[in-house]
């Protein structure tokens, strides 16, 4: 749910940009459940992921990812990702798996852990045309990194924004557990890509209102603030 919710939440901010994911190379580090799920809707939605990476190393597939070999690889196998290659023996890996943001790419998705894209990381992607960043784990951008991408117009979607996908559908689990009700897969996914476009617009709108458009750090940050605030104003707190 949270590799969908951060795809969704990419897929509005550039749609508000006049951009779309059809087309779009990708690369998205990881190749667990953030990861595997965000490159799969990715990939519905039309783009073209050619690299993710384990703790070991990444590997690059410049024709687009085998997602059903990665997930027969990690999921089911309990293998490292170089062993895509004795499938895919046209794919490169690579032992250092910090270099996977190295290769040129229209989007970045760190998916794999905190602080993995560093201002050197930053100024590689930069320097390759990328388009956007959306973080699927916990802060996997320096503030260095973040300041960099803001500074060159890089389109930036805030992990604390971006992959709310999990809670959100946690959410809808315990929603449907309390009317007794039992949603599709499809149903599912189609409430959290209208949670995800709320989320987004959420943030637009506060970064709009108070002086920093196109910010969505900081739109994350005070429209966080202001629903915590109103909850507690209902609750009688002044």
């Known amino acids: 749910a949270t590799g969908y ?14 951009l779309t994911l059809d087309g779009k190379t990708m690369v998205v580090s990881g190749s667990g459940n953030v990861s595997t799920y965000a ?34 690889l990690k999921e089911f196998g ?29 989007i970045a998705l760190p998916c794999a852990t905190q602080n993995e894209i560093d201002e050197i990381a930053a100024h590689m992607l930069i320097a390759n045309g990328v388009k956007a960043v959306g973080e699927g784990a916990n802060m996997p951008c ?10 060159h117009n890089v ?9 709310a996908g999990g809670v959100a559908v946690s959410a809808m689990e315990m929603s449907q557990n309390s009317q007794r009700l ?20 959420d943030c637009k709108k506060a ?9 969505l750090v900081m739109g994350a940050n005070i429209a966080g603030f202001l629903r915590v605030a109103g909850a507690m104003v209902a609750h009688g707190i002044r």
């Open 5 to 18: 919710g951060t795809v969704y939440f990419v897929d509005e901010m550039l749609n508000e940009n006049g």
């Open 39 to 72: 490159m799969e809707k990715a990939m519905q939605l039309g783009a073209n992921v050619v690299a993710c990476s384990d703790s070991d190393g990444y590997i690059y597939d410049k024709d687009g990812i085998d997602l059903d070999l990665v997930k027969e």
């Open 78 to 106: 309990n293998k490292r990702i170089w062993e895509y290659t004795k499938e895919r023996p046209e794919a490169e890996y690579h032992a250092d798996c910090s270099a996977i943001w190295s290769i040129p790419c229209d």
């Open 142 to 151: 320096t503030i260095e990194a973040i300041e960099i991408f803001q500074e």
């Open 155 to 163: 389109l930036f979607a805030p992990a604390k924004a971006a992959n």
């Open 182 to 201: 039992s949603w599709s897969a499809e149903q599912v996914d189609e409430h959290l890509k209208e949670v995800m476009q709320n989320i987004y617009n």
């Open 207 to 215: 970064a709009d209102e108070f002086g920093k458009p196109g910010n």
